[in-house]
């Protein structure tokens, strides 16, 4: 069973408004978040990270939120750009021993920005 | 110089060769890890390495085998590999805590004939 569920395959926001991207966890060792972002041909390129103590983390554009009760996070990026067109991943943390930490991720979203 | 690189971009090979992947990581990160990324799938983690150590396997097949030589540099070697096997497959390096995010190389796109 997923353990990171991104329920939304796919999202169309227009050039200038919000996009909401949402993903739900069920595991609750889960420890840390991040968000990935990736392009066709392309690895998936590190957005924004939040850890399980925070409820929102900011940077520019982009806004994480974390709702630990419900076990669910959204990433907000406001204004919507065409560059932000790609498929954003869902990740969350779990340590894993020897001081590595495995990353758990969601199928992805493909968010297209509409000029 | 990108920070994570994988080679070949791209690899088709029958069910009966053998070969390697390489990942290379400039980060001076101490864990790295092997990811397959299949068509509707998440990615799944393979591979784990901390400090040159393997530290998880999830319950890959033995056709896959890892190699990590030292911290910057990791292979995966292919043998006798199945046609489910075909996807993306993908290398990251980090710190190796919780806080420091994966960092990813753009990916072997493997086919199986």
């Known amino acids: 069973d997923q353990q990171v569920k991104q329920n939304s395959p796919s999202l169309s926001v227009q050039e200038g408004r919000i996009s909401i991207l949402n993903c739900d966890y069920t595991?609750?060792?889960?420890?840390?978040f991040l968000w990935y972002k990736k392009y066709p041909a392309e690895g998936p390129t590190f957005l924004i990270s939040?850890?399980?103590?925070?409820d929102k983390n900011e940077d520019g554009r982009f806004t994480v939120f974390l709702n630990k009760s419900a076990k669910h996070l959204s990433l907000h990026i406001v204004p919507s750009q065409p560059g932000d067109s790609a498929v954003y991943f869902c990740?969350?943390?779990?340590?894993?021993?020897?001081?590595?930490?495995?990353?758990?991720f969601g199928k992805g979203t493909k968010l297209s920005v509409i000029p | 110089e990108t920070g994570v690189t994988q080679t070949p971009r791209h690899l088709v090979m029958g069910m009966t060769n053998k070969k390697s992947l390489k990942c290379e990581q400039h980060?001076?990160?101490?864990?790295m890890y092997w990811y397959k990324q299949s068509a509707k799938k998440p990615l799944e983690l393979m591979f784990v390495?901390?400090?040159?150590?393997?530290?998880e396997n999830n319950s890959v097949p033995s056709r896959f085998s890892p190699e990590c030589p030292n911290s910057s540099h990791l292979f995966l070697h292919l043998h006798t590999l199945q046609p489910e096997d075909s996807a993306l497959y993908l290398c990251?390096?980090?710190?190796?805590?919780?806080?420091?995010?994966?960092?990813f190389g753009d990916g072997t796109r493997l086919s199986i004939l």
């Open positions: 980060l001076g990160h101490n864990a």
């Open positions: 939040i850890s399980s103590i925070k």
């Open positions: 990740a969350a943390s779990s340590y894993s021993g020897a001081g590595s930490y495995q990353l758990t």
């Open positions: 595991n609750s060792m889960f420890d840390y």
């Open positions: 390495y901390s400090l040159e150590e393997r530290v």
């Open positions: 990251a390096s980090s710190h190796g805590q919780g806080s420091q995010p994966q960092h």
